[in-house]
Nanobody, 122 residues
């Protein structure tokens, strides 16, 4: 089992930046491919970014590529999502996820955090 706890969400204006963190506990953090998934109000879940176990390979949705950066610190069991140039359409609940069961662009993860709200005003 892996427990995931997100932090860093909030209310910001368009063009601002936020950094999400995800603290993991339980099994060995570096054993898992991890990612961020978001869900906007009234919409389905959407892939945002994912990262390989060692943190070398990263993958992004077209909607965030060039603005968001996923990273991990395996020594501190923490996953990050640096979000720059935020837009109102980035408003969503952001979930930290672990143990990817499909491709790097998949929504199929075994473990999910509770989510953190990000709201971007125009």
């Amino acid at each position: 089992q892996v427990q995931l706890v997100e932090s860093g969400g909030g209310l910001v204006q368009a063009g601002d930046s936020l950094r999400l963190s995800c603290a993991a506990s339980g099994r060995t953090f570096s054993d898992y491919r991890m990612g961020w998934i978001r869900q906007a109000p009234g919409k389905g879940r959407e892939f945002v970014a994912s990262i390989s176990m060692e943190g070398i390979s990263t993958y992004y949705s077209d909607s965030v590529k060039g603005r968001f950066t996923i990273s991990r610190d395996n020594a501190k069991n923490t996953l990050f999502l640096q979000m720059n140039s935020l837009k109102p359409e980035d408003t969503a609940v952001y979930y930290c996820t672990a143990n990817l069961l499909g491709t790097y662009y998949s929504l199929n993860y075994r473990y999910w955090g509770q989510g953190t709200q990000v709201t971007v005003s125009s």
